[in-house]
């Protein structure tokens, strides 16, 4: 799918140290992750890539990874109708539509595969995001009242939830 000159695909295992790059960028900013470092090695995010039990979509512009959606579905039976999104854009490629097109794709892969809910944790600072989940038909499910400390201000954890 071609967006505005990027290019929204499934990634590819050729695009794993390009997501280690946008992930460690996105990190970088020290306010939308929880963790500072991206800890998977390339050949790991290889292995992400290549699951057939999860999706990595990946947003891509001159031949760089800009974007990464993930779903990963629960492992245990109890938690099989379930998975859980994570989505990264670099800070220059944001407000382009990428992460509601990513997590479009991203839906209708769950529904595809008969994943009834569909979870994600935000940080309660990042209200474009939550603006974005909300358009999207995520709802609030719970929330842990300042569990993160960024700079020296605290956020709340917001578990939002998609019923397909």
Not at 115 to 124: C, T
Not at 129 to 136: D, S, W
Request: proline fraction near 1%; hydrophobic fraction near 40%; glycine fraction near 8%.
């Amino acid at each position: 799918m071609q967006i505005d000159g990027y290019e929204i695909r499934d990634a590819q295992p050729k695009d794993a140290s390009g997501i280690i790059k946008c992930m460690q960028s996105v990190m970088d900013e020290k306010i939308f992750l929880v963790s500072d470092i991206y800890f998977f090695t390339e050949r790991g995010e290889k292995d992400i890539i290549k699951s057939p039990e999860d999706l990595s979509i990946v947003s891509v512009k001159d031949g760089e990874v800009v974007g990464i959606m993930r779903i990963q579905r629960g492992v245990y039976k109890k938690l099989r109708h379930t998975a859980i999104l994570s989505i990264a854009i670099l800070k220059e490629h944001r407000r382009f539509g990428l992460g509601e097109k990513m997590m479009n794709e991203g839906i209708e892969w769950c529904r595809n595969r008969g994943i009834e809910k569909l979870n994600l944790e935000v940080f309660s600072t990042n209200t474009s995001a939550i603006e974005l989940y909300r358009k999207l038909g995520f709802r609030e499910e719970g929330r842990k009242v300042r569990q993160f400390r960024i700079f020296d201000e605290y956020a709340d954890d917001i578990l939002m939830t998609l019923f397909l």
